[in-house]
């Protein structure tokens, strides 16, 4: 199991993956800039040069970067669309010039609109934005999301369509969150419900194109539609529920990546640990690590 955390890139983006290291994972996810600000500055070559030399020497892998959280892909306004898409080829961008595998987006919000008809406004956005760009090994992921207001993308078909519609002419693949899940109504927290989501997410998306897996529990109660984050097995998920995903055979080798809360400090490697625990996977000191970071090299969805 590769499992990792969403690091801090505050005084330096190279600072995201030596804490990364620091902690103990061994993969990580990041923001490129500013993810509550329309205008993200561009990394300097050297900025680029810094983060990929770190990541190199510490053998961390895939690199996830999140885009902008103001991004709406599939919003009916006009300018909000066009906004989105300006902001996500830059993120696109970004992302080519740090070495990244994967970019994940959310779908964005059918407000004004019909779920049907956002999703074809995601597509084409995401279409525009790529537009004469080589990616070059980055592969888009779309992920999932908790239902929450008129957002798109709550359940595995809507996400597969979002794929249908691109995967002609772009990398594209998904990334499933385990509260979004949790959220928008599959019971991944009982093992007949896990496993019924697992067949359903094979059926529809495909688990070959799930290239990432946020591991989160959840605050909010099942099927609430509440996006809310939650320590790994101190939520609704629980310890049992988060034991049978991580151990899940169709699962278990795809990438897990925490975005659970840091309320105190240690909290992402209290969480990393819990991971690792409910995998079976016994502590091993960070030279041991860092050892069979150099043996396994890198991983990358098919």
Not at 21 to 42: L, V, Y
Not at 177 to 200: I, S
Not at 230 to 251: D, P, S
Not at 253 to 260: K, Q, S, W
Request: aromatic share 4%; charged share 25%; glycine share 10%.
């Amino acid at each position: 199991m590769r499992v990792g955390v969403h690091t801090s890139i505050a005084g330096g983006l190279e600072n995201a993956a030596h804490h990364a290291q620091q902690i103990g994972c061994d993969t990580f996810q990041m923001f490129s800039a500013n993810p509550r600000g329309w205008k993200g500055q561009d990394p300097t070559p050297e900025a680029c040069e810094r983060l990929r030399a770190a990541r190199a020497g510490y053998s961390l892998a895939p690199l996830v970067i999140h885009d902008n959280y103001l991004i709406n892909l599939a919003s009916a306004d006009p300018l909000i669309r066009q906004m989105s898409i300006a902001a996500f080829r830059k993120e696109l961008e970004r992302a080519l010039a740090l070495g990244a595998d994967y970019l994940v987006t959310h779908p964005g919000s059918a407000k004004d609109g019909t779920a049907t008809e956002a999703i074809k406004v995601c597509i084409e956005s995401v279409r525009q934005a790529a537009k004469g760009l080589k990616l070059d090994g980055l592969r888009i992921l779309i992920e999932n999301t908790a239902g929450q207001g008129a957002s798109i993308g709550r359940t595995f078909e809507e996400v597969a369509d979002i794929l249908a519609g691109t995967a002609k002419e772009l990398p594209v693949g998904a990334c499933i969150d385990t509260a979004h899940c949790f959220e928008a109504g599959y019971a991944v927290h009982t093992g007949a419900g896990l496993d019924a989501t697992v067949e359903t997410l094979e059926s529809t998306i495909g688990l070959a194109n799930v290239c990432v897996i946020h591991a989160n529990d959840s605050k909010t109660a099942f099927g609430s539609h509440a996006d809310r984050h939650e320590h790994i097995g101190k939520g609704q998920i629980g310890k049992e529920g988060f034991r049978r995903i991580v151990c899940h055979a169709k699962l278990r080798e795809i990438p897990f990546i925490c975005e659970t809360p840091i309320d105190k400090p240690g909290d992402d490697r209290r969480n990393l640990r819990m991971m690792r625990k409910l995998a079976g996977e016994l502590a091993v000191s960070s030279q041991a690590l860092a050892f069979s970071r150099r043996r396994t090299g890198t991983l990358a969805c098919p």
